[in-house]
């Protein structure tokens, strides 16, 4: 397996996003009418690098979408995030964005995602008419490496299949923003043990 600069690093930020889908919405990108992908959960975990991957921290936290408030049955059934979470525990997307960044902070120099997930914190500022280009963070996409460890052929997998793809124990709730962001680093630890 080829050297990545993620182990180099010190300390990273591993991070996933779920988001308002609708049965098929996957697969049309998101071309149905009114369908936009609003964030309705933030996860991340901080890990130490020199420590194998030591988790030194984490974030979650429901979003309330704006332009579409009322979760679809299929995203529910998804991810088990119910309209009262998101009712009762959402914020708007202008409050727990700032907070996410100062999770962030100043000690990571690179922002990890298994995916497009920095692609829909760009939508979600436009949607929010945030101005935020975000030129200030270090995002790497680890699914180019992912597939590369998975070996030839292999289709570009979502956080939640990570375990089961690679012998691991399944410790975390699938498609849920924490859970998936620990079955990334999961993968990370993995992948370590194999250089």
């Not at 990108?29 to 890990?47: C, N, T, Y």
């Not at 570009?156 to 089961?164: D, K, T």
Request: charged fraction near 25%; proline fraction near 5%; charge should be negative.
């Amino acid at each position: 397996m080829k050297t990545d600069f993620i182990f180099n690093e010190k300390i990273i930020v591993v991070f996933d996003l779920e988001w308002t889908a609708w049965a098929g919405s996957f697969e049309r990108d998101w071309s149905g009418p009114g369908e936009l992908r609003e964030i309705i959960q933030f996860g991340a975990v901080k890990a130490d690098v020199t420590r194998n991957f030591a988790e030194t921290g984490h974030f979650e936290c429901f979003a309330r979408p704006m332009l579409n408030p009322q979760l679809s049955d299929y995203i529910i059934g998804l991810t088990g995030i119910t309209q009262e979470d998101i009712d009762t525990k959402g914020r708007p997307f202008a409050e727990t964005w700032p907070e996410f960044r100062d999770f962030i902070g100043g000690d990571a120099s690179v922002i990890c995602c298994n995916g497009y997930d920095p692609k829909v914190l760009t939508e979600n500022c436009e949607i929010n008419d945030i101005d935020d280009a975000m030129e200030d963070l270090n995002f790497h996409s680890l699914r180019p490496m992912i597939v590369e460890a998975l070996g030839a052929g292999a289709e570009p997998p979502v956080s939640a299949e990570l375990a089961r793809l690679f012998g691991l124990p399944d410790a975390h709730r699938g498609h849920t923003a924490l859970g998936d962001s620990r079955a990334i680093l999961d993968v990370l630890r993995h992948l370590q043990g194999l250089r």
